[in-house]
Protein backbone atom coordinates (compact mmCIF):
# COMPACT_ATOMS: atom_id res chain seq x y z
CA UNK A 1 0.00 0.00 0.00
CA UNK A 2 0.67 3.72 -0.69
CA UNK A 3 3.15 5.72 2.21
CA UNK A 4 0.35 8.48 1.90
CA UNK A 5 -2.02 6.86 3.90
CA UNK A 6 -2.23 8.41 7.00
CA UNK A 7 -4.04 4.84 8.46
CA UNK A 8 -3.14 1.83 6.10
CA UNK A 9 -6.38 0.33 4.14
CA UNK A 10 -6.41 -2.92 4.04
CA UNK A 11 -8.37 -4.85 0.66
CA UNK A 12 -11.45 -4.21 2.86
CA UNK A 13 -11.40 -0.82 3.55
CA UNK A 14 -10.37 0.31 -0.20
CA UNK A 15 -13.44 -2.31 -0.91
CA UNK A 16 -16.19 -0.61 1.73
CA UNK A 17 -14.91 2.42 -0.06
CA UNK A 18 -15.42 1.87 -3.64
CA UNK A 19 -18.94 -0.18 -2.69
CA UNK A 20 -20.13 3.16 -0.57
CA UNK A 21 -19.08 5.44 -3.76
CA UNK A 22 -21.81 3.26 -5.68
CA UNK A 23 -24.51 3.35 -3.50
CA UNK A 24 -24.13 6.80 -3.30
CA UNK A 25 -24.57 7.35 -6.55
CA UNK A 26 -27.79 5.93 -6.98
CA UNK A 27 -28.89 8.35 -4.10
CA UNK A 28 -28.15 11.30 -6.53
CA UNK A 29 -30.25 13.73 -7.27
CA UNK A 30 -29.58 14.73 -11.46
CA UNK A 31 -33.13 15.58 -13.34
CA UNK A 32 -31.19 17.41 -16.06
CA UNK A 33 -27.96 16.12 -16.31
CA UNK A 34 -29.14 12.30 -15.60
CA UNK A 35 -25.56 11.83 -14.47
CA UNK A 36 -25.09 10.29 -11.31
CA UNK A 37 -21.92 10.85 -9.46
CA UNK A 38 -21.20 9.27 -6.22
CA UNK A 39 -18.24 10.02 -3.53
CA UNK A 40 -16.87 8.28 -0.35
CA UNK A 41 -14.08 9.79 1.12
CA UNK A 42 -11.72 8.38 3.96
CA UNK A 43 -11.10 10.31 7.11
CA UNK A 44 -7.75 9.62 8.95
CA UNK A 45 -9.81 7.80 11.47
CA UNK A 46 -11.18 5.11 9.52
CA UNK A 47 -15.03 6.63 9.32
CA UNK A 48 -16.50 6.57 5.57
CA UNK A 49 -18.36 9.86 4.48
CA UNK A 50 -20.26 9.43 0.97
CA UNK A 51 -21.94 12.38 -0.97
CA UNK A 52 -23.45 12.42 -4.43
CA UNK A 53 -24.05 15.23 -6.61
CA UNK A 54 -27.19 17.19 -6.07
CA UNK A 55 -28.62 18.93 -9.28
CA UNK A 56 -30.20 22.32 -9.41
CA UNK A 57 -32.60 24.41 -12.08
CA UNK A 58 -30.42 27.17 -11.82
CA UNK A 59 -27.44 24.81 -13.18
CA UNK A 60 -24.64 27.06 -11.28
CA UNK A 61 -26.05 26.01 -8.02
CA UNK A 62 -25.44 22.67 -8.42
CA UNK A 63 -23.27 20.50 -5.96
CA UNK A 64 -21.05 17.72 -7.61
CA UNK A 65 -20.26 14.72 -5.45
CA UNK A 66 -17.27 15.06 -3.96
CA UNK A 67 -17.76 18.15 -2.48
CA UNK A 68 -21.30 17.08 -1.15
CA UNK A 69 -18.93 14.35 0.86
CA UNK A 70 -16.26 16.94 2.18
CA UNK A 71 -19.04 19.22 3.40
CA UNK A 72 -20.74 16.74 5.10
CA UNK A 73 -17.45 15.36 6.90
CA UNK A 74 -16.37 18.66 8.00
CA UNK A 75 -20.08 18.70 9.35
CA UNK A 76 -19.01 15.96 11.11
CA UNK A 77 -16.01 17.28 12.74
CA UNK A 78 -13.34 15.51 9.86
CA UNK A 79 -10.71 17.32 8.53
CA UNK A 80 -8.24 14.67 7.73
CA UNK A 81 -8.34 12.24 4.97
CA UNK A 82 -6.57 9.80 3.12
CA UNK A 83 -8.70 8.47 0.27
CA UNK A 84 -11.56 9.38 -1.79
CA UNK A 85 -13.71 6.94 -4.57
CA UNK A 86 -15.98 8.94 -7.43
CA UNK A 87 -18.10 6.85 -9.48
CA UNK A 88 -20.49 7.75 -12.48
CA UNK A 89 -22.20 5.96 -14.79
CA UNK A 90 -19.72 5.97 -17.52
CA UNK A 91 -18.58 2.28 -18.21
CA UNK A 92 -16.14 2.16 -20.73
CA UNK A 93 -13.29 4.77 -18.94
CA UNK A 94 -12.44 5.63 -15.95
CA UNK A 95 -14.09 9.73 -14.82
CA UNK A 96 -12.07 11.68 -12.62
CA UNK A 97 -13.34 14.52 -10.24
CA UNK A 98 -14.35 18.39 -11.97
CA UNK A 99 -12.05 20.99 -11.52
CA UNK A 100 -13.39 22.72 -8.87
CA UNK A 101 -14.07 19.55 -6.72
CA UNK A 102 -10.36 18.82 -7.25
CA UNK A 103 -9.23 22.42 -6.04
CA UNK A 104 -11.75 21.98 -2.99
CA UNK A 105 -9.75 18.36 -2.24
CA UNK A 106 -6.86 20.19 -2.03
CA UNK A 107 -7.49 22.46 0.78
CA UNK A 108 -7.45 19.18 2.73
CA UNK A 109 -4.02 18.09 1.59
CA UNK A 110 -2.00 17.21 -1.41
CA UNK A 111 -1.44 13.12 -0.76
CA UNK A 112 -4.82 11.83 -1.41
CA UNK A 113 -5.48 8.40 -3.13
CA UNK A 114 -8.24 8.81 -5.46
CA UNK A 115 -9.54 5.64 -7.06
CA UNK A 116 -11.64 6.56 -9.67
CA UNK A 117 -14.47 3.68 -10.08
CA UNK A 118 -16.39 2.27 -12.88
CA UNK A 119 -19.90 1.10 -12.41
CA UNK A 120 -19.01 -2.46 -12.35
CA UNK A 121 -16.71 -2.01 -9.10
CA UNK A 122 -13.31 -1.78 -11.04
CA UNK A 123 -11.02 0.57 -10.10
CA UNK A 124 -7.52 3.11 -11.22
CA UNK A 125 -6.02 4.01 -8.64
CA UNK A 126 -4.36 7.90 -8.56
CA UNK A 127 -3.54 10.49 -6.64
CA UNK A 128 -4.86 14.10 -5.96
CA UNK A 129 -1.40 15.34 -6.91
CA UNK A 130 -1.21 13.89 -9.68
CA UNK A 131 -4.58 14.84 -10.92
CA UNK A 132 -3.76 18.71 -9.84
CA UNK A 133 -0.21 19.41 -10.43
CA UNK A 134 1.34 22.38 -9.45
CA UNK A 135 -1.95 23.49 -7.08
CA UNK A 136 -2.59 26.14 -5.12
CA UNK A 137 -3.24 25.34 -1.69
CA UNK A 138 -3.48 26.75 2.35
CA UNK A 139 0.29 26.80 1.84
CA UNK A 140 0.96 29.53 -0.53
CA UNK A 141 -1.56 31.86 2.18
CA UNK A 142 0.84 31.36 5.09
CA UNK A 143 3.09 34.83 4.92
CA UNK A 144 6.33 34.37 6.50
CA UNK A 145 6.79 36.38 9.69
Known sequence: MSE???????????????SKCLQARDMAYC????????????AADGTIITGCNVE???????????????????????????AIAVTCDI??????????CRQVLMEFGTDWIVYLTKPDGSYKE????ELLPLAFSPAHLKKDK
Open 31 to 42: PYSRFPVGAAVL
Open 126 to 129: TSLS
Open 4 to 18: RWVIEASRVEVSELI
Open 91 to 100: EDRFVGPCGA
Open 56 to 82: NASYGLTVCAERTAIQRAVVEGHRQFT
